[in-house]
RNA sequence: GGCUAGGUAGCUCAGCUGGUUAGAGCACACGACUCAUAAUCGUGGGGUCGGGGGUUCAAGUCCCCCCCUCGCCA
């Protein structure tokens, strides 16, 4: 039994996520941790929220709200709709974490102490109205290259000239709308990621059997123009983990935090600490080299703009520490999923949310979409024509149906238990070795996380179904040899428990479903086909299912193409 | 402008280190079947693999130039 680490990349707690942003960890992180289990390895799933930051603050500010009390509500809010899609983490955390400050300042000690930190002194906006330091992009000015009115302070969206807030006209904070702003000397302490660039190389060069995508955006950050760059690590906000040195005050951090880029990582361990702690689990077992986690398989799962902090910055941190920290053995990236040809947006409301997907259709119609077309290799599109074929055609014509078909036959010609009598001919030797074919061949794809290939090979499982049906024709056999039909039938009843074995990691509640109509709750993977296709013997009691995939008709999806063009607020 | 990844049948995509008549699903046409959510199964039509040049006995697959998308960065 192997032991599997899985973490997806953690969403921003202000707001709700789209689909791309489903697509591009938690779904597929999900997928794998479900085959993982199902094959009987142990498994860590692990994801959080990320709440510190200035987007969180303000956000909390607008709602009216503390920040730490809106974090907790939007944690919840985010926590149910995971739920919703029926995401199995072991535990879905919190960067705010008790567990996660501390670690985050364990983590900067030893940076500190293994002289990977350096202070720099730079000069930032300082707004007196808001009484703080403002990021660049909260202040806005005129541009003083195309006269635009409302250019941010590191960029212009009217002429996209890369801005200094120094640059800008009439600056003023976004915030407050003050305008009495002055530049401010502030000390920050940077990450000296310059000083373990060779190390890093040297660590991703070793990754031969890393996505490209992961490898590529690592080696262009550092080797593109003077190589990996020295990064900020603390803040002046005040929602945040506090710049401490061993409890103390940081000397000349003091009433800064860490950035929220350096604590989001760590919360990978600080939410298996919290698991730990409110299941009383041993964490270090999954953390530590010396503590038992040599033998873990660490994989990692994000969108490719989280890929930066993941092939460098954390790791740097684990290796700057000097302890024995797990380091990621994959990285698997995804591209972006665009909405009917163009880009989600949030601000506009064009695309789907996940509360909004969940309003309209089951968790299982989207997962099958979503993962049957990830945006492996490429940007992938989501329209609604896709969506609409792909699931009447894979779901409800060839699963659904299929089941439907084989319960409704039997129930009708013998009853609803799997009929007796009757033997296996060729028919069913073909079968059986074209499912262990492809079964293998399944396995091969989702030990990969070779997503689509993965739906391609699950889904001609299933047609395999509806081809033995065709071929033995069990409808005809029964006017002139009922036990053979018995037999036919028999042997097509137990493929729908193997179908929800099979189907569990991409649809779980339907392979629920299946299960509780052939009234198993045997979950064993199938790797050996001949016996899984007799587990279910004659005389066993099924319940002929409802409907398990009802189709999207042509006005429901007219319907939504309007809805979620872009109207929300 | 630099960099990344792409440009393969109407659509969405497979095609590893170059090698027999370029594949799948959907859509389309025809046929079979009638157990089933008018579902299923089979057969077929359809591509000068973005354009041009080169290397090779042989290139979608390698090299060069150009064009076009997506994203990141300046």
Redesign the pocket.
């Known amino acids: 039994m192997a032991r599997h680490l899985i973490t997806s990349a953690i969403p921003y707690i202000n707001g709700i996520k789209h689909l791309g942003n489903l697509v591009g960890s938690q779904l597929p992180a999900d997928l794998f941790a479900r085959y993982q289990r199902a094959r009987g390895h142990e498994v860590m799933f692990i994801c959080a929220t990320d709440e510190h930051g200035t987007p969180a603050e303000l956000a909390a500010a607008k709602a009216g709200k503390p920040v730490a009390e809106y974090c907790t509500e939007m944690h919840e809010v985010q926590a149910e709709i995971a739920r919703g899609f029926k995401l199995s983490f072991d535990h879905f955390g919190r960067s705010s974490s008790a567990q996660n400050r501390k670690l985050t300042q364990h983590f900067a000690v030893q940076l500190a102490k293994a002289g990977l930190l350096r202070e720099v002194t730079e000069k930032q906006m300082y707004s007196k109205a808001d009484g703080r330091f403002l990021p660049d992009r909260y202040i806005e000015g005129t541009c003083p290259n195309c006269g635009f009115e409302s250019a941010r302070g590191d ?1 212009c969206d009217n002429c ?1 000239k ?1 801005l200094d807030p120094v640059d800008l006209i009439n600056p003023h904070s976004v915030i407050s709308g003050s305008t009495d702003l002055e530049l401010r000397e502030t000390k920050h302490l940077f990450l000296r990621q310059s000083a373990m660039k060779d190390q890093l190389d040297a660590w991703i060069d070793s990754k031969t059997d890393w996505p ?2 992961t490898t ?2 690592a080696k ?1 950050w550092l080797h ?2 003077d190589g990996l760059q020295d990064r900020g690590i603390t803040r002046d906000l005040s929602w945040g983990v506090p710049a401490q040195f061993e409890g103390a005050p940081w000397s000349g951090m003091e009433g800064k935090v860490f950035y929220v880029w350096f604590d989001a990582p760590i919360e990978y361990l600080a939410a298996t600490q919290e698991w730990a702690d409110k299941t009383g689990g041993d964490w270090e077992r999954w953390w530590r080299t010396d503590k038992g986690a040599d033998d873990v398989t660490y994989t990692e799962f994000m969108g ?2 989280n890929v930066p902090f993941h092939t460098l910055s954390f790791p740097a941190t684990i290796l700057g520490s000097n302890e024995p920290w797990k380091l990621v053995d994959y990285i698997k990236s995804f ?2 999923l ?1 909405y009917d040809g163009g ?1 989600f947006s949030t601000s506009r409301g064009r695309g789907v949310f996940m509360d909004q997907a969940l309003e309209i259709l089951p968790a299982d119609y989207w997962r099958w979409w979503l993962l049957s ?1 990830a ?7 989501f ?1 609604w024509e ?1 969506f609409q ?1 792909s699931v ?15 319960t ?2 039997t129930r ?1 010609k013998f009853g609803e238990a799997l009929p007796e009598g009757g033997a296996w001919g060729e028919q069913e030797d073909a079968l059986i070795a074209e499912l262990t074919t492809r079964i293998r061949a399944y396995e091969t794809h989702m030990e990969a996380m070779d997503i ?2 993965s739906a ?1 090979e699950l ?2 499982i299933w ?1 395999a179904g ?2 033995y ?3 033995s ?4 056999a029964f006017k002139t040899d009922p036990d053979r039909a018995a037999a036919i039938a028999r042997l097509a009843l137990n493929l729908i428990p193997l179908y929800a074995v099979l189907s569990a990691p991409f649809i779980p509640d339907a392979a629920d479903s299946m299960l509780g109509a052939m009234q198993t709750e045997d979950r064993s993977w199938p790797q050996d086909v001949k016996a899984a296709l007799t587990a279910l013997p004659a005389g066993h009691a099924f319940v002929t299912p409802e ?5 999207i008709a042509d006005e429901e999806r007219e319907d939504w193409q309007k809805r979620f063009a872009g109207t929300r607020d």
Do not use: C, M
């Open positions: 960029q996209t890369q490209i995508l590529s955006i262009k593109d123009g490719k703009d591209n972006y665009n880009q077309h945006p492996e290799s490429a940007d992938s599109e329209t896709n074929t009447n055609k894979d779901l409800a014509d060839v699963l659904g149906n299929f089941v439907s078909r084989i409704k036959f009708s689509r290939k391609a889904r001609a047609v509806n081809e049906l065709q071929a024709a069990p409808w005809s409907v398990l995939f009802r189709k």
